[in-house]
């Protein structure tokens, strides 16, 4: 039987994955269920977000969480311009999943002409500090990416709850024409909400660079789980990700501590086909 | 009088230097049309980090022929193709060079899958292949398929015994061991090995796992580790997985006592803080005395330069270039003692005929055409990869540095 060390640390590294899987998660949840876009470029995104993260604070010196007020910003208004391409030429879900395939093979490119196919690591402050309390050591990055997982994915829950916007964007998530009608701006809408979702993939980016190794292939190791946590967590529903994340993420981590860890990957996907199969049930 | 005597001696060996690199006085410039030869390299997906160094190789190696005295006499043509790290590609790819490009010679691509998927091409085309840094000797059955990373045929016995050689020596040998497999074929099956031979040189097994090939949280893997504490810490892995482990192991406050990683990512893990004293298989590193050799001296030179201006991290050589190097002198040594461009002389020549290279001699006559195992252990060191057993081969001075 593993000691109470090896279960409650494992408890809090599946708590930090799976916050980074919220992350993840939410910017393609958000897009998926309201904007009907699958975009996988989502990945590509937070991948160069992490690239960024590299240059502006391994290169140029700036505080890794100070270079979320530059990428953010820039990737909102990257997610705009998406979006306006999208709707230019009438892109539906499916066409939007080859189109943000297609985007997620150029950005690799982009990535790999700028950053060499070769393996990057930012060495921050934040990458290998850890907090002990008690027996239990808690990753300072991981702190990060848990707090910025929990207010991204609760404010955006609240915002869509409990505000006139969060409203209309839901009005025009359902029926675009009739939220229309009653005069709402369902194009202005859309927009906000893709460089919102995008604006989430450059945070994701931030919270990669901080604790994973970059290469520009890794752009592909995430999407199997992260799909698992978007469908488990229901689409379009921003607190879906959080708790699918953290319940795969915590899955993962127990199964690693008390059994084979070439067990876990098995752990998301067997989620996922219960969740599946137990929502069609209901259906 | 004496001074032009030391004269005339240095210019010989800067000639006999240049010879031996594949230059050649003025005016006598290859011609004629060229040696076309077709290989693939992962130049995306994700082998592309590694590829970029057999890129690069492969790029000086034929620079050099063409500015020398070609292959035959004629200029060479390295047509090279991106099998995008997949090995369904690397095969129709190969097809493709020996069908439609037509070329004369195959040049393997770097890694397992792409090397095993080429193999089926060449063999049914009866072609000769030489191939960088194949993994699982007991699958390579092709008769004209020759590796140049020297392995030995089982290096799954011999290498950890040569591992466990160098620890016996050290100033504290480990007595217990927890071993971490990556599912990963080509370290897998290298971590059996490593289990087995632990067993019968009395080393205690505190820990065995195995994990999945892509894992991203090593985080519970790390607590079962320093749970465990092992004297030394053997992990199958290859690439980043090792610097994953150490960044899990750093998360928790643990540092391992000896560590041991099979084939990590040579560049991040030199250059990681975390990585002191970590040990690796090598085949061939830079620094006396491999580099007494003045083929492979030349060879580091530039491919130091190359290597800086392509942005790479690490940009000294170390096992896959030595081997990607190794693989293009087993050709050209080949085609010159056959004269020829013919599958059907190469293939049998080699099988018969030991070729010098910067590894050593090396021969063919063994299973699988394999022949000895040449590999040996290196540590990080002060940032760079030192060889530290057989002592043979550790630079001056050099020691393995203890836990």
Redesign the interface.
């Known amino acids: 039987m593993p000691s109470p060390a090896i279960i409650g640390q494992s408890l809090i590294s599946g708590t930090f994955i799976g916050a980074l899987y919220a992350l993840l998660g939410l910017g393609l949840s958000l897009s998926w269920g309201m904007l009907r876009q699958i975009n996988l470029a989502h990945f590509a995104l937070a991948f160069l977000g992490a690239y960024l993260t590299y240059q502006l604070s391994g290169v140029g010196g700036m505080d890794p969480l100070l270079t979320l007020l530059l990428i953010a910003p820039a990737f909102f208004l990257l997610g705009v311009g998406m979006h306006w391409v999208f709707v230019r030429f009438a892109v539906g879900p499916l066409g939007s999943l080859l189109a943000t395939f297609g985007l997620t093979v150029i950005i690799e490119s982009v990535i790999q002409w700028i950053w060499t196919a070769d393996f990057l690591k930012l060495e921050s402050p934040y990458g290998s500090a850890s907090l002990r309390v008690g027996i239990f050591y808690l990753p300072v990055a991981g702190l990060i990416t848990l707090a910025a997982a929990a207010a991204l994915c609760f404010g955006t829950w609240a915002v869509l709850r409990y505000t006139d916007l969060g409203r209309a964007m839901r009005a025009a998530a359902e029926d675009g024409p009739m939220a229309a009608a009653f005069g709402v701006n369902v194009n202005a809408l859309s927009r906000l909400l893709s460089g919102f979702a995008s604006a989430c993939a450059g945070v994701a980016g931030v919270a990669l660079a901080l604790s994973y190794t970059l290469a520009p292939s890794q752009i592909y190791a995430w999407i199997g789980v992260i799909f698992a946590v978007v469908m488990i967590g229901g689409l379009g529903k921003p607190l879906g990700p959080l708790i699918a994340g953290l319940v795969i993420g915590v899955s993962e981590a127990v199964t690693m501590a008390l059994t084979a860890p070439a067990w876990a990957p098995v752990v998301s996907f067997s989620l996922l086909i219960l969740v599946l199969l137990a929502r069609a049930r209901n259906i | 009088m004496q001074r032009l005597g030391r004269l005339a001696l240095s210019l010989a060996a800067l000639a006999a230097l240049g010879l031996a690199f594949g230059f050649r006085p003025a005016g006598a410039d290859p011609t004629g049309d060229p040696v076309r030869i077709g290989g693939t390299l992962a130049?995306?997906?994700?082998?592309?980090?590694t590829?970029?160094v057999h890129k690069i190789v492969g790029e000086i190696y034929v620079d050099n022929l063409n500015h020398g005295k070609g292959l035959l006499g004629r200029p060479v043509e390295w047509v090279l193709k991106d099998d995008q790290?997949k090995p369904d590609l690397a095969r129709t790819l190969y097809e493709q060079l020996i069908t439609v490009d037509k070329v004369d010679l195959l040049m393997g691509p770097y890694a397992t899958g792409d090397i095993l998927a080429a193999m089926a091409v060449a063999q049914r085309y009866n072609k000769v292949l030489i191939h960088h840094t194949f993994g699982i000797p007991s699958m390579a059955k092709y008769e004209w398929q020759f590796p140049a990373w020297s392995l030995g045929s089982d290096p799954a016995k011999t290498f950890p015994n040569t591992l466990f050689d160098a620890l016996a020596a050290a100033p504290h040998p480990p007595k217990t061991i927890a071993i971490l497999a990556s599912?990963f074929p080509s370290v897998y099956f290298m971590s059996q090995g490593a289990r087995e031979v632990a067993k019968t040189r009395g080393l205690q097994e505190v820990l065995y796992?195995?994990?999945?090939f892509?894992?991203?949280?090593f985080?519970?893997?790390?607590?079962?580790v320093?749970?465990a504490n092992p004297d030394l810490l053997f992990v199958g892995a290859i690439g980043?997985e090792g610097?994953?482990i150490l960044?899990?192991l750093?998360?928790?406050?643990y540092v391992p006592h000896y560590h041991f990683y099979m084939y990590p990512?040579a560049?991040?893990m030199a250059?990681?803080?975390?990585a002191a004293n970590a040990l690796a298989a090598s085949i061939f590193e830079q620094h006396p005395p491999f580099t007494d050799n003045p083929v492979a001296a030349a060879f580091a030179k530039e491919y130091n330069d190359r290597a800086a201006k392509?942005?790479?991290?690490?940009t000294l050589v170390e096992t896959q270039a030595a081997v990607s190097f190794t693989a293009w002198q087993i050709l050209e040594a080949a085609v010159t003692a056959t004269n020829s461009l013919d599958d059907a002389k190469i293939g049998p020549w080699l099988k018969t005929h030991p070729v010098d290279t910067i590894q050593g001699k090396l021969h063919f006559d063994g299973p699988n055409n394999y022949g000895d195992d040449l590999t040996k252990v290196k540590q990080v060191q002060d940032g760079k990869w030192v060889t530290v057993w057989p002592k043979q081969w550790a630079p001056p001075g050099a020691t393995l540095h203890g836990e």
């Open positions: 130049l995306t997906g994700p082998l592309a980090a590829a970029i790290s599912k796992l195995e994990y999945e892509g894992t991203q949280d985080g519970p893997i790390a607590a079962r320093k749970d980043l610097n994953q960044d899990a750093k998360k928790i406050d990512a560049g991040p250059k990681s803080p975390l392509a942005g790479l991290p690490y």
